[in-house]
């Protein structure tokens, strides 16, 4: 069983950044996503294929350290409309981490 565990969450300023991390333990490394509540934020295949929704186009970016078996998402100029829960999908199932707040003040 795959288990993805969440962390780097925090409370910051509009434009500071953040990076957050998925750790992924219990099977080979995938494809992964990251989701803002039930919205997609970002994805990444096991190719490093990457795909962000337009609103973060530019400002967030992903990465993957195959040795560690982490996904990170670090994200830039971050906006009060960024709020929310991050969660970790294992791409194409229905498993993910129990998420990590981030929470973004004007």
Known sequence: QVQLVESGGGSVQAGDSLRLSCAVSGRSFNAYAWFRQREFVASITNMNR???????????????????????????????????VYYCNQGGTNNWGRGTQVTVSS
């Open 50 to 84: 990457k795909n962000y929704t337009s609103s973060v186009q530019g400002r967030f970016a992903l990465s993957r350290q195959n040795s560690k078996n982490t996904v990170y998402l670090l994200m830039n100029s971050l906006k009060p409309e960024d709020t929310g």
